[in-house]
T-cell receptor, first 107, second 111 residues
Framework: SQQGEEDPQALSIQEGENATMNCSYK?????LQWYRQNSGRGLVHLIL?????REKHSGRLRVTLDTSKKSSSLLITASRAADTASYFC???????FGAGTRLTVKP | EAQVTQNPRYLITVTGKKLTVTCSQNMNHEYMSWYRQDPGLGLRQIYYSMNVEVTDKGDVPEGYKVSRKEKRNFPLILESPSPNQTSLYFCASSLHGNIQYFGAGTRLSVL
C-alpha cells in the first residue's frame, strides 16, 4: 500500500478560517510532498519538505514534518473559497497517493 | 511550456474494443506513471516506468498494458476494456521519482 495516508477524509470550514490536514507515513523518508487537486483535474504540486526540515512556508501554506512520529501537517491560513479542493501527500520514491483530504471552504 | 499531455481527454467506448490513451512529457523526465481515480478511492497506481524499456506493475495493473519505447511517451493500453475500467485516468512524470507533474486526465466510459 502507499506510504502516505491523509486525515481527515473531509473538512468543511468557513472562509477566513484556518484548515489543517495531516499525513502519516510508514517508513523513513528523504522528503514529503503535498499536492492539490481541483475537482476532476490533475494533481498540482504545492510544497516539498525535506527530512531535515521541521517547518516550511509558502504563501498561506505552512507544512510541518515530524520524522519521529512519521507525520506531516498542512496548514492553510485565512482560507478562501478557491482553496476548495482535495489535498494529498506523497513521499519520495513512492509515487502513490492515499484517498486525500477533501476540503470545502464555504463563502 | 513544461507539460504532460494526455489524449484523448474524453472517451466513450464499448466492451472489448481495444483502446490506447497516449501520454507525452516534454521535461526529459525519467519516471512516468499511470493512475486511475474512482470516487472514494483516491488515486491508484496502475503501472510505472523508471526509464526507457523499464516498466513495473503498480497496485491495480490487471486489464492494462503499457510500453516505454521512448523517454517522452508512456501509452496506456486497454486490450479488452470492461465496464469496471470506467474511470478517470491520469498520467504523471517526475525527474527522480519525487515531484510529479500530472496530465489533465482522461475520462473513460466503457459501455
Amino acid at each position: 500500500s502507499q506510504q502516505g495516508e491523509e486525515d481527515p477524509q473531509a473538512l468543511s470550514i468557513q472562509e477566513g478560517e484556518n484548515a489543517t490536514m495531516n499525513c502519516s507515513y510508514k517508513t523513513s523518508i528523504n522528503n514529503l510532498q503535498w499536492y492539490r487537486q481541483n475537482s476532476g483535474r490533475g494533481l498540482v504540486h504545492l510544497i516539498l519538505i525535506r527530512s531535515n526540515e521541521r517547518e516550511k512556508h509558502s504563501g498561506r501554506l505552512r507544512v510541518t514534518l515530524d520524522t519521529s512520529k512519521k507525520s506531516s501537517s498542512l496548514l492553510i491560513t485565512a482560507s478562501r473559497a478557491a482553496d476548495t479542493a482535495s489535498y494529498f501527500c506523497a513521499t519520495d520514491g513512492d509515487m502513490r497517493f492515499g484517498a486525500g483530504t477533501r476540503l470545502t471552504v464555504k463563502p | 511550456e513544461a507539460q504532460v499531455t494526455q489524449n484523448p481527454r474524453y472517451l466513450i467506448t464499448v466492451t472489448g474494443k481495444k483502446l490506447t490513451v497516449t501520454c507525452s512529457q516534454n521535461m526529459n523526465h525519467e519516471y512516468m506513471s499511470w493512475y486511475r481515480q474512482d470516487p472514494g478511492l483516491g488515486l491508484r497506481q496502475i503501472y510505472y516506468s523508471m526509464n526507457v524499456e523499464v516498466t513495473d506493475k503498480g497496485d491495480v495493473p490487471e486489464g492494462y498494458k503499457v510500453s516505454r519505447k521512448e523517454k517522452r511517451n508512456f501509452p496506456l493500453i486497454l486490450e479488452s476494456p470492461s465496464p469496471n475500467q470506467t474511470s478517470l485516468y491520469f498520467c504523471a512524470s517526475s525527474l527522480h521519482g519525487n515531484i510529479q507533474y500530472f496530465g489533465a486526465g482522461t475520462r473513460l466510459s466503457v459501455l
